[in-house]
């Protein structure tokens, strides 16, 4: 009786081991993909995730070839050959491994291969455990990339927290100058000017990074030489899987002919922008001197204008003169004429007429003085009428000579106002760029 109930005690236990075993395959195939293999690489069977993984249908896989997941590269490969060996002795394998599934897609697999042995240690059959961990490849590989691409592109260096260099790459320090060996350990302010050091924003700019804040802009450094680099950069704090930070990485872009460039540009703007506003002044000044002008030219006019009117009162006053001439040369032809009629009357009453015969005779004479001073008044008087002409004449050619004056010297102001008012669209211009220029 007592061998009857031990006998029941050993076989449920074994059945208990045996349903675990069972339980334990289970939850294997539920959660990982699994391939089976005959010691030379045929295919047995597969789970379904397995199947789901490489694309493929169980009917389309029993009986090939672990080639089939394989690039011919690898296939032609000593080390393929190689890995099947190794797996036939024995050996098992653990790694992540590039497949390729169904339409030639490549994957990656983090896997086991496990040997199955028998109770004399022959290889029966291989297993396969796989993971399907391709997005974390292409993840892992973007990565490296970009962070390949970064080290070639821009200047990396990284500092502890407190300041220190760490590592820097071959861009950093070809752009500024030195050897690692130069600032492995020593400080960032080894990179900055002496005011800068000694001032409270470098204190609050670590302050900052060691609260984990990000920093970024153009900063003005110094090199090896003590010659002044602008770098373009980011300071950014790195936190480890714990969330802890424990560096700061910083990638630079050296700018530093960029910015000379734009201090230059800004330079001549600001001596451009001065040069405009010196040019609208002297603008303004010219037109202020050509509006004086035009009025000085108007106040000529006006002025030739009134000797016009008197030289023409003037040339009037003569023409009465001479009238006035005439009459008195027709009062002395009748005076003489009166004299010789006198004489005659004193000649026929002989002694007694000899009297009034002089009186006769001196009138006779006054009124050829008359007639001669006459002449020459009404000679005179002829000269002055030419002479008032001409005068008027060449008054007439004076006032059309300021009348073209005035109107080329309105025309020069409009033409003035029109420089001015381009001066003041360049001072504008130039000044709106001025300001771009200095908030860059």
């Not at 199947?51 to 249908?57: E, N, P, R, S």
């Not at 199955?116 to 240690?121: A, I, L, P, Y």
């Not at 005779?361 to 007639?371: G, K």
């Amino acid at each position: 009786m007592f061998t009857t109930i031990t006998s029941g005690i050993l076989s449920r236990l074994a059945w208990q081991r045996r349903s675990h075993r069972a339980a334990t395959l289970n939850a294997l195939h539920d959660a990982i993909a699994i391939i089976e293999f005959t010691p030379e690489g045929r295919i047995l069977t597969a789970n379904d995730l397995f199947l789901t993984c490489m694309g493929y249908t169980l009917a389309e896989i029993v009986g090939q070839h672990h080639s089939l997941f394989c690039t011919s590269d690898l296939i032609q490969s000593p080390q393929y050959a190689d890995f099947w060996r190794r797996l036939n002795r024995g050996e098992a394998f653990s790694d992540k491994f590039l497949r390729v599934a169904k339409h030639s897609r490549p994957i990656w697999l983090e896997a086991n291969y496990v040997p199955v042995q028998d109770r004399s240690g022959r290889v029966i059959k291989i297993i396969k455990l796989a993971t399907d961990i391709t997005g974390h490849i292409v993840d892992a590989q973007e990565q490296r990339a970009m962070t390949a691409a970064i080290e070639r592109s821009m200047a990396v260096i990284a500092f502890n927290l407190k300041g220190e260099v760490l590592q820097a790459n071959a861009n950093f320090l070809n752009t500024m100058h030195y050897q690692a060996s130069e600032i492995i350990g020593h400080h960032h302010s080894q990179f900055c000017t002496v005011e800068l050091r000694n001032s409270p924003e470098y204190q609050q700019f670590w302050q900052k990074l060691n609260r984990g804040e990000f920093i970024s802009g153009q900063f003005q450094r110094v090199n090896k030489q003590g010659d002044t680099v602008w770098l373009r950069a980011t300071y950014n704090p790195i936190f480890s899987e714990s969330g802890e930070l424990y560096k700061v990485v910083k990638f630079a872009t050296d700018v530093t002919t960029q910015v000379e460039k734009n201090q230059q540009e800004r330079k001549a703007a600001q001596q451009a922008y001065q040069t405009a506003q010196q040019t609208t002044a002297n603008t303004r000044l010219g037109a202020t001197v050509i509006e004086n002008s035009v009025q000085t030219m108007h106040d000529l006019a006006s002025d030739l204008q009134g000797i016009s009117g008197d030289i023409n009162n003037l040339s009037n006053s003569s023409d009465r003169i001479g009238a006035i001439v005439e009459d008195i040369r027709s009062i002395a032809n009748q005076t003489n004429l009166l004299a010789l009629n006198a004489a005659i009357e004193a000649a026929r009453a002989g002694e007694h007429g000899r009297s009034f015969a002089v009186v006769a005779n001196e009138v006779r004479t006054l009124a050829a003085n008359i007639n001669r001073a006459t002449s020459e008044i009404e000679s005179k008087v002829q000269q002055n009428h030419l002479l008032a002409d001409k005068a008027l004449q060449g008054i007439e050619s004076n006032l059309k000579r300021a009348d073209q004056g005035v109107a080329l010297a309105q025309q020069a102001g409009g033409v003035m106002t029109e420089i001015r008012d381009s001066a003041d669209d360049v001072v504008r211009a130039i000044s709106h760029v001025s300001d771009t220029l200095k908030g860059e």
